[in-house]
Every structure is written in C-alpha cells, then in structure tokens.
C-alpha cells in the first residue's frame, strides 16, 4: 500500500506530466484531466508554485468575468542535458543538447575527437552545466550496451569499461540514466507517434559496425537481463564477427539484414520494423520483405518502414525518459 508521501508524489507527476504539453491550464482544468479533486489540485498547485516549478498568471478567458489563474512549467527552474557519442564512418563525435521540460530544444553543439574518451564526455558535459547551471538530469545515450551504468562491447575502445554513469553523477551531483542509443531511438518515436499500444521495433545498420535493435512492447521498452535486448550482431550467421563486419557495406550486408529480420519477426512479431543506418535505402524494404515472405505468412507480416534519420526521435527519447524518470519524483 502506498504512502501519503508515495500518493502526493505520483500526483504531483501526473499534473507535472500535463503541463509538459506547454498549454497553461487552470486548476479546474488540472483537476479534469488528471482526475484529482480540484482541492488536491490547489494544494499541490501552492506547493510547486513555491518550489518554483511551476508559474501561476492571472488571465482573462472570458470577455465577462474574473480573471482565472492558470499555470505552466516554469522553463527557468531546471532543464535536461543529453549527452551522445558516436563513431560513424570513422569520426568519432559527442553532441550535446539541453531539452526545456516541455521538450523545447534550448541548446546544441556537436564536437568531433580523435580520443573520445570520459574526459572528454566529462568535459562536454562541464561546458553544457556552465551555460546552463539548472541542468536538473542528465541523460546519456551510447552506442554499445550500457549495462548498470558501465560501458561494455563498445565500439569506441577508449570507453569500454567505463563507468560512466557514476562519473558523471560523482562530477555533477545529478542523476543520471545511461542507455543504449536504440533505446532511447525506438521509445521516443513511439511516444511522438502515440503508438502505446502496438509493438515496435527499430533496427540500425550502421556501415562497419555491428547492427542493433530495440523494441517497444505496448509502451514498455524491452531492454533484457543484461540491457541489450536486440543484439542482432550476436546471431550465428555462419561466419566470425570480424567476417560480419567485413560484409557490413552495401550491397553485401542484405542477407544478413534478411535473416536478422526474419528472426524479429518470428520471435516479437511487431507491428511495425522500423529500418534505419546508412547500409539500407527506402528501395530495399520491398526485397526484405519479399524475402521475409518466402518464409512468414502475408498476414502475420508487419509493416515495414525507413526512417532516413533518427536524430528527433533520439531526442525525443531522451526526452521522455526524463519526463517519466520526473514523473516519479516531481
């Protein structure tokens, strides 16, 4: 049974989560999209006021009448730093941007290495805490598993086995939720494209780098025992890894999409495979799928989509993960 503590909580997150919509709302307003009475809702209103979370304004609505208080986030009380890095096509890169908590892109800056390391992923992070000292969460996305918050079969050398998340929690004082990037990727599109109740799943094809994906199941994001749940590089394809890699360029790299993809279908059968990574062009989604049917009914495929970039829906990812990760602790 929760607490009163537990139960004021989840409250102020669900009125947290409403007004990450950016529209101000009135208590009465508050009180009927969350549920709450409108007494709960003045009493939790009051309290976030204070703390300095949220804004209270007095407004017209009407042309007769008083004016009504209605309330939003306050963009000035804190903000969200995501942190990424990647290695593509040889250059190795961190980008970081700074999210409002109604999702508002405040910030971004990318910047190459030739060593990427924690260092430079602390420094990065340090240049974003100084332009923007109300940074309140960080959330770190990483091309590898992250498993407990340490960096493993990574492809950038210098970070494999870094503990990144408590490095960054013990230099910033912040929490800190670090991810495999396909993660963040999958549940960002399926939060932007509301698709709560269907099963999604991503797959990356990267050129030179092992592939991954990542499923969303009805809301939920499948991440495995050990966090790496979609590991399609570590299938037996009948070959080494270092022969995988060598066959990971177009045109090459299909039969092994192919087979990659027959085994997600079989086993999660979504309702959408989303395709992305520089080896795949939209054109290649009719012979996937027509090699797929060879072995899965029509009527048990699902749809096959090609998204030429990923970029919104990682941050979006980010982005909402903060949000739930806020939800819970408002």
Not at 136 to 158: K, N, Y
Request: aromatic share 8%; charged share 20%.
């Amino acid at each position: 049974m929760k607490d009163s503590a537990a139960i004021k909580r989840e409250n102020k997150g669900r009125i947290y989560r409403l007004l990450t919509g950016g529209t101000p709302c009135t208590k009465q307003q508050i009180a009927l999209e969350t549920g709450l009475s409108v007494a709960s809702c003045n009493t939790y209103l009051n309290e976030m006021e204070r703390a300095g979370q949220v804004l209270g304004e007095k407004q017209k609505l009407h042309e007769v009448g008083r004016n009504a208080v209605v309330y939003r986030l306050n963009e000035d009380y804190e903000c969200f730093l995501c942190l990424s890095f990647a290695l593509i096509q040889g250059i190795k890169s961190i980008t970081t941007q700074v999210l409002s908590p109604t999702g508002r892109l405040l910030d971004r800056q990318v910047q190459r290495f030739d060593t990427l390391d924690a260092a430079a992923i602390l420094g990065q992070a340090g240049a974003a805490f100084g332009r923007f000292p109300h940074i309140s969460q960080i959330l770190a996305g990483t091309p590898s598993i992250a498993e407990h918050g340490v960096i493993r079969h990574s492809d950038i050398p210098e970070l494999e086995q870094v503990p990144l998340k408590a490095l960054l929690e013990q230099q910033f004082g912040r929490p800190v939720h670090l991810a495999n990037d396909m993660h963040y990727k999958v549940y960002g599109y399926c939060r932007q494209n509301r698709l709560e109740d269907q099963i999604v799943t991503l797959v990356n094809y990267p050129a030179g780098v092992l592939p991954g994906t990542a499923t969303v199941h009805k809301g939920m994001l499948l991440t495995g025992k050990n966090l790496f749940a979609g590991m399609v590089g570590f299938l037996d394809y009948g070959m080494t890894l270092d022969q995988q890699l060598q066959k990971l360029r177009r045109p090459e790299a299909q039969p092994l999409i192919i087979q990659a993809s027959i085994a997600l279908i079989s086993i999660l059968n979504p309702h959408r495979l989303l395709f992305t990574g520089d080896l795949l062009r939209a054109e290649d989604l009719d012979r996937i799928g027509a090699a797929c049917r060879r072995c899965i009914p029509a009527e048990y495929m699902p749809d096959l989509v090609f998204l030429p970039s990923t970029d919104d829906c990682y941050r979006w990812g980010m982005y909402w993960t903060a949000i739930d990760r806020k939800e819970k602790n408002p």
